[in-house]
Structures are given as C-alpha cells and as structure tokens.
C-alpha cells in the first residue's frame, strides 16, 4: 500500500494521463514465483487477496498495475470517458507518426487501441 494524495491530488484532472486524482492510498498485489507449476496458486491467492479487498475499495485501478486480461472497462474506469477518449486519439495519432520506430512494448489490441504489453 502507497500513500498517494498531496501535488498530484491538487493538478486539475484533465491536465495530464492520470485519472483518478483524490484516492489517498494505492494497494497493488504483486504475486512473483518462479517455477510455473506454482502459477495457479499464487495467482489464486492474489485474485483471493483483491476479492477481499475490492469492497473497501473506490473500485478504480491504476493502469500501471493493471495485468493485459483486465479489459477495456477497467482501463476506461481508471481515466474516465472523457480522459480515456482524449489519451486514445492522441496515443492512435502518435503512434501512426512513428509507427515504424514504435517500442515493441506496445502492439495493437482489441478493436484497434493500443496497449502496453506486460514483460514477465
């Protein structure tokens, strides 16, 4: 768990890519193991840990904690419509410039957005 709040709380929302602004703390569940036998457990225990912890939560992610099979919805509910709209048609334009020299960290996704890619 993080404490967030302070300078970033007071910027206007719509100023830069972070959307929820007035949480005042952050929890992210990070399972690590390494043999892959053990995959369904850790992330059993860590899907366990957020169930138990998602009702005294606003609901809302941080997107750089986010796995690839959160889903669009979690992402959009993260920066809102408005915000998620913007960063969209910006990040689409931007990347269409320099698409030849795109990071190999970002690739196409579901219905054409374009999303990081998880390094494991």
């Not at 005294?56 to 750089?64: A, C």
């Amino acid at each position: 768990m993080m404490h967030l709040g302070g300078a970033p709380a007071r910027v206007a929302p719509t100023l830069n890519a972070v959307g929820f602004r007035s949480a005042q703390y952050v929890l992210n569940i990070t399972a690590a193991w390494e043999a892959s036998h053990e995959d369904q457990q850790h992330i059993g225990w860590a899907r366990e840990f957020w169930g138990a912890a998602h009702p005294l939560s606003t609901g809302i992610g941080y997107t750089n904690f986010m796995t690839e099979d959160e889903g669009d919805a979690r992402v959009r509910a993260a920066y809102g419509e408005e915000l998620y709209a913007r960063l969209r048609k910006t990040k689409t334009s931007s990347i269409r410039q320099t698409c030849s020299t795109a990071p190999r960290t970002f690739r196409r996704g579901a219905r054409g957005s374009w999303r990081a890619t998880n390094v494991r």
